[in-house]
């Protein structure tokens, strides 16, 4: 436990092991079974989620019902509604196991106690959410100007095992294509190889 | 679409700890009933089941895996915090709400050495004083602000009465 987290944040910042000792008390480790849920829509998102081990999905549900995946979130990643997360307004994401995960949650009292007490974290969280934002960019404009073929080439490189792990229609749904256009792209893919 | 806490249950069931732990199956918590030979617990488990198939109950024999997967923790009919039992669950139980629930109808004052003792050995648990009168149903309940919060938020949603009370130190 914690030694992937540490791992991660020292790849960012510079801290020593009381710091860290410290940093550990603020974390709520849980275990989490496929299919259940961390956080559900109409929720406020209280907790920002590392992934130690396992792999969530990031969701939101349309009018009609059908599932938007926003992201998969795999381990050594986070997983949250930061919107909801900062400032405490009920959420529009749904968080689910798809496999069973070991996850270590934070709450915002305890990030806040964290960036005030080393403020080291700081450039950490900050790191972060620039990463974040890159990638929610990278997704936006993907959506409106790549291929079918080029998001799905790009989801392979982002996530090289995720084929294995996730049932083809998640995949669809990530990427905003059908399921038969998937599946047309993998046969395309596959015999120019 | 309300995702609600798991609540690990640690102690002996009897009757004031069953109806409990039936209501908050009824409710729909998860709820993880950790017992290595409690044959009255697991029987419980299994007329849960029986009575609302929905329920999300299960027993664990593990305290530790119990309490990994739990939000909350409760310890009821006076389950003593041994030493030795504080060091297997500590790392898991990190900033989780621990619950010392004891059932009584006199109105008599809380484990206090308990949480006390509770409070000193996982002190990065939140720690909350809880006292259920089977009789009245209802459900003295003291401890941190926001772990209090959700302590009677459950406790509520079970159709119990709730009553705040200062934490009691000594």
Same mark, same amino acid.
């Given at each position: 436990?914690?030694?992937?987290?540490?791992?991660?944040?020292?790849?960012?910042?510079?801290?020593?092991?009381?710091?860290?000792?410290?940093?550990?008390?603020?974390?709520?480790?849980?275990?989490?079974?496929?299919?259940?849920?961390?956080?559900?829509?109409?929720?406020?998102?209280?907790?920002?989620?590392?992934?130690?081990?396992?792999?969530?999905?990031?969701?939101?549900?349309?009018?009609?019902?059908?599932?938007?995946?926003?992201?998969?979130?795999?381990?050594?990643?986070?997983?949250?509604?930061?919107?909801?997360?900062?400032?405490?307004?009920?959420?529009?994401?749904?968080?689910?196991?798809?496999?069973?995960?070991?996850?270590?949650?934070?709450?915002?009292? *305890?990030?806040?106690?964290?960036?005030?007490?080393?403020?080291?974290?700081?450039?950490?969280?900050?790191?972060?959410?620039?990463?974040?934002?890159?990638?929610?960019?990278?997704?936006?404009?993907? *959506?409106?100007?790549?291929?079918?073929?080029?998001?799905?080439?790009?989801?392979?490189?982002?996530?090289?095992?995720?084929?294995?792990?996730?049932?083809?229609?998640?995949?669809?749904?990530?990427?905003?294509?059908?399921?038969?256009?998937?599946?047309?792209?993998?046969?395309?893919?596959?015999?120019?190889? | 679409?309300?995702?609600?806490?798991?609540?690990?249950?640690?102690?002996?069931?009897?009757?004031? %700890?069953?109806?409990?732990?039936?209501?908050?199956?009824?409710?729909?918590?998860?709820?993880?009933?950790?017992? +290595?030979?409690?044959?009255?617990?697991?029987?419980? %488990?299994?007329?849960?089941?029986?009575?609302?198939?929905?329920?999300?109950?299960?027993?664990?024999?593990?305290?530790?895996?119990?309490?990994?997967?739990?939000?909350?923790?409760?310890?009821?009919?006076?389950?003593?915090?041994?030493?030795?039992?504080?060091?297997?669950?500590?790392?898991?139980?990190?900033?989780?709400?621990?619950?010392?629930?004891?059932?009584?109808? +006199?109105?008599?004052?809380?484990?206090?050495?308990?949480?006390?003792?509770?409070?000193?050995?996982?002190?990065?648990?939140?720690?909350?004083?809880?006292?259920?009168?089977?009789?009245?149903?209802?459900?003295?309940?003291?401890?941190?602000?926001?772990?209090?919060?959700?302590?009677?938020?459950?406790?509520?949603?079970?159709?119990?009465?709730?009553?705040?009370?200062?934490?009691?130190?000594?």
């Amino acid at each position: 436990m914690f030694e992937l987290l540490k791992q991660k944040i020292t790849e960012n910042i510079s801290i020593n092991e009381d710091e860290f000792d410290f940093c550990k008390t603020l974390f709520q480790p849980k275990k989490l079974r496929k299919k259940r849920f961390l956080l559900g829509e109409g929720d406020v998102c209280k907790y920002t989620a590392f992934v130690e081990k396992g792999l969530l999905r990031s969701f939101i549900i349309d009018e009609d019902g059908a599932e938007h995946i926003l992201q998969f979130s795999l381990q050594g990643w986070w997983a949250a509604d930061l919107s909801s997360f900062l400032t405490g307004e009920p959420s529009s994401y749904n968080i689910e196991a798809l496999e069973d995960c070991e996850l270590l949650l934070i709450t915002k009292p *305890s990030w806040d106690t964290l960036l005030e007490r080393i403020p080291a974290f700081e450039r950490y969280f900050r790191i972060l959410i620039e990463k974040n934002l890159i990638v929610t960019q990278g997704r936006l404009i993907a *959506s409106f100007s790549n291929t079918a073929e080029e998001k799905y080439h790009k989801l392979i490189q982002t996530f090289p095992h995720i084929l294995q792990r996730v049932p083809q229609h998640m995949i669809a749904s990530y990427l905003g294509i059908t399921r038969e256009t998937l599946s047309r792209v993998r046969k395309q893919m596959a015999s120019r190889k | 679409m309300k995702v609600k806490e798991t609540i690990a249950f640690i102690g002996k069931a009897d009757d004031s %700890s069953s109806s409990l732990i039936r209501k908050l199956a009824r409710k729909n918590y998860p709820l993880v009933l950790v017992t +290595k030979d409690d044959p009255d617990l697991v029987k419980l %488990s299994g007329q849960i089941l029986d009575e609302t198939p929905q329920a999300d109950v299960e027993i664990i024999d593990c305290v530790k895996e119990g309490c990994w997967e739990a939000d909350v923790i409760v310890l009821a009919n006076a389950v003593t915090p041994e030493p030795e039992w504080v060091e297997n669950i500590k790392a898991v139980a990190t900033q989780k709400i621990l619950v010392y629930l004891s059932f009584t109808e +006199k109105d008599a004052t809380y484990p206090v050495e308990m949480t006390k003792a509770l409070r000193w050995l996982m002190p990065h648990s939140k720690v909350v004083q809880a006292r259920l009168n089977p009789v009245s149903q209802v459900v003295d309940i003291a401890g941190e602000e926001e772990a209090v919060a959700t302590v009677i938020d459950i406790f509520s949603n079970t159709d119990y009465k709730t009553i705040l009370k200062p934490f009691i130190e000594t």
